[in-house]
């Protein structure tokens, strides 16, 4: 969250950022008017790859600033282009939302939730899969992050909806498991940020799938591949993830090659920057598929249906396997072939 306090106007955010061209001077000075509560050329070009949240060197968090002022100034191409659907999720939390699915599993086994993605959105047999069987599964608005509304001009919503979200998981009364990376950010990052308590346990998908695969480890066939990973915007929240899935890949016979865009230079997925610039969406898309494949991954791995879904045209026309993280553990326990690329 946005601490004035904590930032020196060192411009660092926004010299760094991939996205403007930025000197000190001009980053100085867009920072210094959003301080103050004005309208900044940077508002416009952000593609909201929350990025700028590790360059800061002190914690400041000003991609926080960026979208609390893109919502508040409400211009540019991301309100625009979103302001419609943003509305709809208001109107829906404001008038109690009914949109809710759930999937009654064995009593003793945690909840997996969706958060407010289509099922259909994820893998084609990821519910039947054995690493999820007898889970309780959840899904629809009424179990939605709300963090990733930052993308859309609705910084606020998990500041004014994030309480009713927590407390219809907690309704399950079952452990959670989140099975995309916003959820995990609302309960382990958002709600104390926010002051907001969450009575049940909970654990990131990647913690869940390295517990399942360690306690498995005789239905493994290591797979002996090298992959490329791209994270999306949420895992700069919670850098702890990385930890996790490198233990997965070891687990299962996975290499991540060593690239240019990885870690604190991963690039967006592309995704975003399609509401701004069509054209910058592809040229980092493209960059990213081509840096995957100069340094012979085999298949680019994702994590998040969103970037799953705005990648896929170019990796296929690329030529480069993408396979979503649970599919890549389903190899590995002989639920899946590896794709024909
Ligand atoms: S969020 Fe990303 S695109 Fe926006 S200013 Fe920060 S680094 Fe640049
Ligand atoms: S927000 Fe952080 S990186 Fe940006 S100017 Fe302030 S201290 Fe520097």
Redesign the pocket.
Known sequence: MWDAAKCDLCGD??IN????DYDKNKAVSDIKLLREGKAAD?LDS???????FQ?CPTGAD??NL?YKMQEKIGTGPIIATFKHFIDGVTRAFEQGSKDAQVIEGDPDKPALSFDSFLFKQFPEGTLESMMFKGMTVVRGRRYASLVGMAHMGGESLAARYGQKVIEGLAELGKDIVYLHNEGYVLAHVKARELGIAVPYKYMHLFEYLRDYLKNNQNDITRLNKKVAYQPNCAVRWIPEQDVWLQEIFELIGVERVSRKYEGLNALCCGGPAMGVNMELALNIQNDNIKDAMDNRAEAMITICPMCDYVLRGQTSKAGLPQVFITDLCRMAIGEVSWPVS
């Open positions: 955010c926004l950022c991939r996205y403007v940077i952000c593609i909201t790859c929350n990025a700028c360059y000003p991609a960026i």
